[in-house]
T-cell receptor, first 116, second 113 residues
Framework: DAKTTQPTSMDCAEGRAANLPCNHS???????VYWYRQIHSQGPQYIIH???NNETNEMASLIITEDRKSSTLILPHATLRDTAVYYC?????????????????FGQGTILTVHP | AAGVIQSPRHLIKEKRETATLKCYPI?????VYWYQQGPGQDPQFLIS???????DKGSIPDRFSAQQFSDYHSELNMSSLELGDSALYFC????????????FGSGTRLTVV
């Protein structure tokens, strides 16, 4: 799976948008971009994923550049409960011979701190 | 909605003992993944199972073994425990389609003393 690069930490004021960047310059055509977050000692939580189009759900928006070499996760109105480590992961997304290729490889994520 | 259930939540063992961690996936999920997260570390992939067969293997020590049973629950068996095995162990489950995100359990905190 392609490697990702994220800033080590970011701050955001409560109620403002949090924009978390991720570089994945070696991404392949069959790899999706996934975002997960982990609130202290809890299991990682799925946020959103996309291939090449921008995506939005009830939690966040994902903006992927046209060349797919980078993406941005947007939390539109950050709250204190959004303080967490955010992981950007690229992942092969097909089955070959009936075997799941679903492994997620966690690298160093971004520690997002939302302050009052 | 049903989530991934892990048991026990906390476990304390002495060195050289054995431990068994259990994972009950979301109903109709056929794939289970195990991760280990040491203090201050990122989750590290250990092993996964798809339709009761091992599908991928990561940095799992030879002292550890795992399997997925006919009801799709999975167990991680850890023998000859070492102090360095103290960590959070997460299980996640998904349907076989890896284009879909998967769901993690709340984890088992193993402390080896």
């Amino acid at each position: 799976d392609a490697k990702t690069t994220q800033p080590t930490s970011m701050d955001c004021a409560e109620g403002r948008a949090a924009n978390l960047p991720c570089n994945h310059s070696t991404i392949s055509g069959n790899e999706y971009v996934y975002w997960y977050r982990q609130i202290h000692s809890q299991g990682p939580q799925y946020i959103i994923h996309g291939l090449k189009n921008n995506e939005t759900n009830e939690m966040a928006s994902l903006i992927i550049t046209e060349d797919r070499k980078s993406s941005t996760l947007i939390l539109p109105h950050a709250t204190l409960r959004d303080t967490a480590v955010y992981y950007c992961i690229v992942r092969v997304s097909f089955n070959a011979g009936g075997t799941s290729y679903g492994k997620l490889t966690f690298g160093q994520g971004t520690i997002l701190t939302v302050h009052p | 909605a049903a989530g991934v259930i892990q048991s026990p939540r906390h476990l304390i063992k002495e060195k050289r003992e054995t431990a068994t961690l259990k994972c009950y996936p979301i109903p109709r999920h056929d794939t289970v993944y195990w991760y280990q997260q040491g203090p201050g570390q990122d989750p590290q992939f250990l092993i996964s199972f798809y339709e009761k067969m091992q599908s991928d293997k990561g940095s799992i020590p030879d002292r550890f073994s795992a399997q997925q049973f006919s009801d799709y629950h999975s167990e991680l068996n850890m023998s000859s425990l070492e102090l360095g095995d103290s960590a959070l162990y997460f299980c996640a489950s998904s349907v076989g389609d890896p284009r879909k995100g998967y769901t993690f359990g709340s984890g088992t905190r193993l402390t080896v003393v």
